[in-house]
């Protein structure tokens, strides 16, 4: 695999997790670049480790990784996105104002990562049948999606401020979409 097609490889594997940061962004109260910064690296981190799961996984797996990980992307990233929604819909039901967090639990960054990086397993046992450099391969995906998930953050700051309350909703339903697509293309529903 050419290093074009590794970086080609890289951010189309890292948009999930770029839009899913932009949600979370739009969330927090003016997230600056540390908070930014540590939720791409839990993104990149984790996207770095799934491919190198699925390579190990090898031969063997790659039935079964495949026929789930869709399902499994979809009902986390479900989850999570209704979550964030009902989140919303409390706080545009208060009276009172209430001030977005300034950041995110681990855990939460950590799962929706999950989520959106199980793509990323089902490539890693695809390259397990190629000649690649499995560990430049997937530090490449890692610090690309470290990259689009740090953006992802700063831009949806920016966003977040103008939807207001609703961020959080709209973060949400992207949250919920991303896992929507997952499933549509893993079970070729519109092919």
Known sequence: MTFIATLILAFGMSMDAFAAALSKGAALHRPGFKEALRTGLIFGAIEALTPLIGWA???AASRYVMAWDHWVAFFLLAFLGGRMMMEGFRQTATAEPCEAPQRHGFMVLATTAVATSLDA???????????VNIIATALTIGMATTIMATTGVLVGGLVGPVLGKWAEVLGGLVLISIGCTILIQHLNLFS
């Open 57 to 59: 996984a090898g031969l």
């Open 121 to 131: 397993l089902a490539v890693g046992v695809g390259l397990a049948f190629l000649q």
